[in-house]
Protein backbone atom coordinates (compact mmCIF):
# COMPACT_ATOMS: atom_id res chain seq x y z
CA UNK A 1 0.00 0.00 0.00
CA UNK A 2 1.44 3.27 -0.93
CA UNK A 3 2.56 5.57 1.74
CA UNK A 4 3.43 8.63 2.96
CA UNK A 5 7.58 8.79 3.89
CA UNK A 6 8.48 11.35 6.44
CA UNK A 7 12.20 12.06 7.51
CA UNK A 8 14.07 12.19 9.97
CA UNK A 9 11.82 10.77 12.50
CA UNK A 10 13.44 12.20 15.06
CA UNK A 11 15.45 15.83 14.98
CA UNK A 12 16.57 17.72 18.14
CA UNK A 13 17.91 21.39 17.16
CA UNK A 14 19.20 24.24 19.80
CA UNK A 15 16.61 27.42 19.79
CA UNK A 16 17.21 29.55 16.93
CA UNK A 17 18.73 26.79 14.36
CA UNK A 18 16.87 26.50 11.07
CA UNK A 19 15.03 22.89 10.26
CA UNK A 20 13.67 21.62 7.72
CA UNK A 21 11.46 18.66 7.81
CA UNK A 22 11.20 16.11 4.68
CA UNK A 23 7.91 14.46 3.37
CA UNK A 24 7.97 12.09 -0.05
CA UNK A 25 4.05 12.13 -0.31
CA UNK A 26 2.32 9.56 -2.54
CA UNK A 27 3.03 9.82 -5.94
CA UNK A 28 -0.72 10.30 -7.80
CA UNK A 29 -1.48 12.70 -4.74
CA UNK A 30 -2.10 16.52 -5.53
CA UNK A 31 -2.57 18.02 -2.50
CA UNK A 32 -0.40 17.89 0.64
CA UNK A 33 -0.19 19.00 3.73
CA UNK A 34 1.46 19.70 7.27
CA UNK A 35 -0.06 19.19 10.83
CA UNK A 36 1.63 19.17 14.09
CA UNK A 37 0.55 17.58 17.57
CA UNK A 38 2.70 19.23 20.27
CA UNK A 39 2.20 16.33 23.45
CA UNK A 40 -0.83 15.34 24.77
CA UNK A 41 -2.60 18.19 22.86
CA UNK A 42 -4.67 18.07 19.74
CA UNK A 43 -3.52 17.97 15.98
CA UNK A 44 -3.32 20.97 14.06
CA UNK A 45 -3.42 21.99 10.77
CA UNK A 46 -0.70 24.11 9.50
CA UNK A 47 -0.95 24.64 5.71
CA UNK A 48 -2.18 22.85 2.26
CA UNK A 49 -0.51 23.07 -0.68
CA UNK A 50 -1.52 22.56 -4.22
CA UNK A 51 -0.25 23.28 -7.88
CA UNK A 52 2.83 24.47 -5.99
CA UNK A 53 1.68 27.12 -4.11
CA UNK A 54 0.35 27.46 -0.76
CA UNK A 55 -4.16 26.86 -0.48
CA UNK A 56 -4.42 27.33 2.83
CA UNK A 57 -2.80 28.27 6.39
CA UNK A 58 -3.63 28.49 9.85
CA UNK A 59 -2.71 31.22 12.12
CA UNK A 60 0.10 28.92 13.90
CA UNK A 61 1.91 29.15 10.24
CA UNK A 62 3.44 32.48 10.78
CA UNK A 63 6.43 34.32 8.86
CA UNK A 64 8.99 31.37 10.83
CA UNK A 65 7.41 29.02 8.36
CA UNK A 66 7.52 28.05 4.63
CA UNK A 67 6.89 24.80 2.73
CA UNK A 68 8.09 23.56 -0.25
CA UNK A 69 7.82 21.42 -3.27
CA UNK A 70 11.40 21.52 -4.64
CA UNK A 71 11.24 18.43 -7.47
CA UNK A 72 8.20 16.28 -7.98
CA UNK A 73 8.82 14.08 -5.03
CA UNK A 74 9.52 15.81 -1.73
CA UNK A 75 7.54 18.20 0.16
CA UNK A 76 9.58 20.66 2.97
CA UNK A 77 8.61 22.37 5.81
CA UNK A 78 11.14 24.82 7.05
CA UNK A 79 11.32 26.76 10.21
CA UNK A 80 13.53 29.40 10.14
CA UNK A 81 14.28 29.89 13.59
CA UNK A 82 13.08 27.31 15.95
CA UNK A 83 11.15 28.37 19.40
CA UNK A 84 10.88 26.08 22.48
CA UNK A 85 7.26 26.06 21.81
CA UNK A 86 8.14 24.06 18.06
CA UNK A 87 8.54 21.35 19.94
CA UNK A 88 6.02 18.93 18.39
CA UNK A 89 5.45 15.87 16.17
CA UNK A 90 4.89 17.52 12.85
CA UNK A 91 2.95 15.23 10.69
CA UNK A 92 3.06 15.59 6.61
CA UNK A 93 -0.51 14.08 4.40
CA UNK A 94 -1.16 13.86 0.78
CA UNK A 95 -4.92 13.32 -0.51
CA UNK A 96 -5.33 12.53 -4.05
CA UNK A 97 -8.11 15.65 -4.47
CA UNK A 98 -9.80 18.18 -2.51
CA UNK A 99 -13.16 18.52 -0.52
CA UNK A 100 -15.32 15.14 -0.96
CA UNK A 101 -12.79 13.28 -2.50
CA UNK A 102 -11.56 11.11 0.49
CA UNK A 103 -9.52 10.38 2.80
CA UNK A 104 -6.09 11.37 3.36
CA UNK A 105 -2.88 9.21 3.99
CA UNK A 106 -0.56 10.65 6.62
CA UNK A 107 2.97 10.04 7.39
CA UNK A 108 4.74 8.31 10.89
CA UNK A 109 5.62 11.94 11.57
CA UNK A 110 8.84 13.89 12.87
CA UNK A 111 9.46 14.14 16.33
CA UNK A 112 11.30 17.59 16.89
CA UNK A 113 12.61 18.58 20.04
CA UNK A 114 13.78 22.55 20.23
CA UNK A 115 16.23 22.95 23.39
CA UNK B 1 -17.48 22.61 21.93
CA UNK B 2 -14.88 22.85 19.60
CA UNK B 3 -15.22 21.52 15.94
CA UNK B 4 -14.53 17.58 16.29
CA UNK B 5 -14.81 16.90 20.18
CA UNK B 6 -15.13 13.50 21.24
CA UNK B 7 -16.71 11.74 24.32
CA UNK B 8 -15.67 10.28 26.38
CA UNK B 9 -12.28 11.24 26.97
CA UNK B 10 -11.24 7.81 28.45
CA UNK B 11 -12.85 4.66 28.15
CA UNK B 12 -11.71 1.37 29.51
CA UNK B 13 -13.01 -1.58 28.61
CA UNK B 14 -12.83 -5.85 28.50
CA UNK B 15 -11.38 -7.46 25.90
CA UNK B 16 -14.54 -8.85 24.19
CA UNK B 17 -16.62 -6.13 24.24
CA UNK B 18 -17.71 -3.45 22.55
CA UNK B 19 -16.15 0.19 22.40
CA UNK B 20 -18.13 3.29 21.32
CA UNK B 21 -16.56 6.43 21.09
CA UNK B 22 -18.62 9.76 19.99
CA UNK B 23 -17.93 13.01 17.82
CA UNK B 24 -19.93 16.50 17.93
CA UNK B 25 -18.88 19.18 15.51
CA UNK B 26 -20.34 22.60 14.90
CA UNK B 27 -19.95 23.09 10.67
CA UNK B 28 -21.11 21.55 8.06
CA UNK B 29 -19.10 18.92 6.77
CA UNK B 30 -18.15 17.35 3.50
CA UNK B 31 -16.97 13.94 5.62
CA UNK B 32 -16.01 12.75 9.03
CA UNK B 33 -12.67 10.63 9.30
CA UNK B 34 -11.56 8.72 11.98
CA UNK B 35 -8.34 7.85 13.07
CA UNK B 36 -5.89 5.83 15.52
CA UNK B 37 -2.86 6.84 16.78
CA UNK B 38 -0.70 4.71 18.96
CA UNK B 39 1.57 5.92 21.60
CA UNK B 40 3.77 8.64 20.03
CA UNK B 41 2.98 6.92 16.63
CA UNK B 42 1.69 8.45 13.78
CA UNK B 43 -1.97 8.76 12.47
CA UNK B 44 -3.46 5.88 10.92
CA UNK B 45 -6.52 6.54 8.81
CA UNK B 46 -9.79 3.83 9.92
CA UNK B 47 -12.57 4.74 7.87
CA UNK B 48 -14.26 8.11 6.01
CA UNK B 49 -17.93 8.83 6.52
CA UNK B 50 -19.23 11.14 3.82
CA UNK B 51 -21.81 14.17 3.98
CA UNK B 52 -24.44 11.98 2.52
CA UNK B 53 -23.94 8.77 4.77
CA UNK B 54 -25.78 7.41 7.55
CA UNK B 55 -23.43 4.03 8.14
CA UNK B 56 -20.34 2.47 6.83
CA UNK B 57 -19.01 -0.61 8.00
CA UNK B 58 -15.10 -1.83 7.88
CA UNK B 59 -14.09 -4.64 9.54
CA UNK B 60 -14.68 -4.41 13.03
CA UNK B 61 -15.18 -1.05 13.17
CA UNK B 62 -18.85 0.22 12.55
CA UNK B 63 -18.98 4.46 11.94
CA UNK B 64 -22.42 6.38 11.83
CA UNK B 65 -23.13 10.29 11.11
CA UNK B 66 -26.16 12.28 11.88
CA UNK B 67 -25.82 15.59 10.29
CA UNK B 68 -28.75 16.80 11.50
CA UNK B 69 -27.13 16.31 15.24
CA UNK B 70 -23.78 17.24 13.93
CA UNK B 71 -22.41 13.95 15.51
CA UNK B 72 -20.78 10.57 14.56
CA UNK B 73 -19.84 7.42 16.61
CA UNK B 74 -17.29 5.05 16.23
CA UNK B 75 -18.05 1.53 17.27
CA UNK B 76 -15.54 -1.01 17.67
CA UNK B 77 -17.12 -4.94 17.96
CA UNK B 78 -15.37 -7.43 20.00
CA UNK B 79 -12.31 -5.42 21.19
CA UNK B 80 -9.11 -6.46 21.46
CA UNK B 81 -6.30 -5.42 23.81
CA UNK B 82 -4.19 -4.23 20.33
CA UNK B 83 -7.20 -2.06 19.90
CA UNK B 84 -5.25 0.30 22.81
CA UNK B 85 -4.84 3.81 21.13
CA UNK B 86 -5.81 6.84 20.66
CA UNK B 87 -9.24 7.78 18.85
CA UNK B 88 -9.18 10.79 16.93
CA UNK B 89 -12.43 12.18 14.74
CA UNK B 90 -11.58 14.64 12.08
CA UNK B 91 -14.39 16.97 10.26
CA UNK B 92 -13.03 17.89 6.64
CA UNK B 93 -15.45 21.29 6.04
CA UNK B 94 -17.87 22.13 3.29
CA UNK B 95 -17.24 24.90 1.33
CA UNK B 96 -13.10 25.82 2.03
CA UNK B 97 -10.51 24.22 0.84
CA UNK B 98 -9.39 20.54 2.00
CA UNK B 99 -8.41 20.59 5.27
CA UNK B 100 -8.92 18.13 8.61
CA UNK B 101 -9.89 19.62 12.01
CA UNK B 102 -9.25 17.30 14.51
CA UNK B 103 -10.95 16.83 18.07
CA UNK B 104 -8.91 16.05 21.38
CA UNK B 105 -8.84 12.21 20.89
CA UNK B 106 -10.48 9.07 23.16
CA UNK B 107 -7.78 7.42 24.53
CA UNK B 108 -8.84 3.50 24.59
CA UNK B 109 -7.49 1.05 27.11
CA UNK B 110 -8.80 -2.73 26.42
CA UNK B 111 -7.48 -4.69 29.00
CA UNK B 112 -6.66 -8.35 28.35
Known amino acids: EPEVTQTPSHQVTQMGQEVILRCVPISNHLYFYWYRQILGQKVEFLVSFYNNEISEKSEIFDDQFSVERPDGSNFTLKIRSTKLEDSAMYFC?????????????FGSGTRLTVV | SQQGEEDPQALSIQEGENATMNCSYK?????LQWYRQNSGRGLVHLILIRSNEREKHSGRLRVTLDTSKKSSSLLITASRAADTASYFCATDAAGANSKLTFGKGITLSVRP
Open chain 2, 27 to 31: TSINN
Open chain 1, 93 to 105: ASSEWSGQGGGYT
